[in-house]
């Protein structure tokens, strides 16, 4: 639906060699009328019309037809208007003057919504009854269907990347890569790089063409964690990317065209950041399209059974062994700790735990929640503050360095590389008595040796 009838005629055209049926009219209610009277897989509008605007037809079909895929046509750098249009419920938009390329890959991914449902995913994966997790649910069964850039806010732990994983499953490019991204793990001069790819020769060490983030993800979904880290002149550069839905290469003549969905997170405020002058703020709107929440473990307790049941499931079945139980008092006491490190904290408590466990039952002792490990041995109330008479003195020590290690190692989330600089041992002396004291996973070394 276009006010200008050399468009809609070029539109009519277009669609028509992609083997499309298209009906043009040039007024919100004419379109209306149309979307009464017949059955439509896409609508395109254009912002302004003679009797109203795109945005009140993309509310009518949002409101009446929410199943239909609308996109804006908008007028080139009009930015504003294309975020408000997918606030709305619009899945996208494209700007004038219309690339034909662009509006093929708009039309595909449009049809995309439809007919490309995935199999296999579910929002079941997502564990817990609590209302703020069904409102979640249902909030991203809705934005798998869009293509508008979407915030995920939560606190560290949350599920934030396991949310953004279930939306793009759940969305018509499923079939497409999704590329994660942690932007704090990124040195600053290389981020151009990583993002945008770079041409062999264009800089010290550039030894190959690399592609770059950005077309590693085309057609697919590219998720920017801890995107409140990425350094000021970077934001720049993400800006006119998101915006011209186009790359350059460092070294490159040349600008490739990238087709992907922007989904980001971060444990920060980010409006905050704004505020703070640390993040731009036409950034801010441009990802912010779209903001869903992760809510924190400590708000849903009533999920930490249902949670703890998935986990030790999931643990026990990895590691092959039978599944101990949870004593009365060890769960009581899950129930009522804090949790601030969210659900991440829980699955390292309980592998913790059953790795410490030795018999069929997992006791309060083994948990080692960080309050109970805060403390102080001086008040002379520790368990741990001397060796039981009966416990020989070689396996006092062994439970100590184990007891030690552990606790490096769930403060560094596992990470074997942090966890022995914290103990103040190389990464081979931890490795070697992880080996020894049976808490060695067989995982992949967390450095190269």
Not at 249 to 268: L, Q, S, W, Y
Request: hydrophobic content about 40%.
């Amino acid at each position: 639906m276009d006010d200008e009838a050399d468009l809609r005629e070029l539109l009519v055209i277009t669609l028509g060699r992609m083997k499309l049926d298209a009906q043009a009219v040039g007024t919100v209610s004419e379109a209306r009328r149309a979307l009464q009277e017949n059955t439509f897989d896409l609508c395109l509008t254009d912002m302004n019309l003679p009797d109203g605007d795109g945005i009140e037809l993309v509310r009518h079909i949002n409101q009446h037809i929410p199943e239909l895929p609308v996109a804006m046509i908008t007028a080139y750098g009009n930015m504003e208007t294309a975020t408000l249009a997918m606030k709305e419920g619009a899945f996208d938009f494209i700007a004038k003057p219309v690339s034909l390329d662009r509006l093929r890959r708009l039309v595909d991914d449009g049809l995309g919504i439809r007919d490309k449902a995935p199999s296999g995913a579910s929002l079941e994966q997502l564990v817990g009854e609590a209302p703020s997790m069904q409102q979640l649910r249902t909030q991203i069964a809705k934005l798998a269907r869009s293509q508008a850039p979407i915030y995920i806010s939560g606190e560290s732990g949350s599920g934030k990347e396991r949310v953004a994983r279930l939306i793009h499953t759940l969305g018509p490019r499923h079939e497409k890569p999704f590329i994660a991204v942690n932007c704090g793990a990124i040195p600053s001069e290389l981020m151009e790089s990583e993002f945008f790819g770079h041409r062999k020769g264009s800089f010290t060490g550039a030894f190959e063409d690399r592609k770059g983030l950005f077309r590693e993800a085309d057609d697919g979904t590219l998720f920017l964690d801890e995107v409140a880290d990425l350094p000021l002149h970077m934001q720049v550069k993400l800006l006119r990317a998101i915006q011209e839905k186009s790359i350059r290469p460092v070294g490159e003549a040349k600008e490739f065209d990238v087709n992907i969905r922007i989904v980001c997170a971060t444990h920060k405020d980010l409006s905050e950041e704004v505020v703070q002058g640390r993040f731009r703020q036409d950034l801010y709107y441009r990802l912010n399209v779209i903001e869903t929440r992760v809510p924190p473990l400590r708000e849903r307790r009533e999920d930490i059974p249902l949670l703890v049941q998935h986990i030790m499931t999931r643990l026990c079945q990895q590691w092959q062994i039978d599944a101990p139980a949870l004593s009365r008092e060890a769960r009581d006491v899950l129930q009522q700790y804090s949790f601030p490190g969210n659900v991440r904290e829980l699955e390292n408590i309980l592998e913790r735990a059953l790795t410490l466990a030795d018999g069929p039952t997992i006791e309060v002792r083994h948990l080692q929640l960080r309050e109970q490990n805060e403390t102080p041995a001086s008040n002379g109330s520790s368990r741990e503050a001397s060796r039981p008479a009966s416990q020989p003195l070689e396996d006092y020590l062994q439970e100590i360095e184990k007891r030690e290690i552990l606790r490096a190692l769930d403060a560094t989330l596992w990470n074997r590389t942090a966890a022995a600089k914290k103990l103040g041992m190389t990464f081979r002396s931890l490795r070697y008595r992880l080996k020894k004291l049976g808490l060695d996973q067989g995982g992949d070394d967390d450095e190269n040796e």
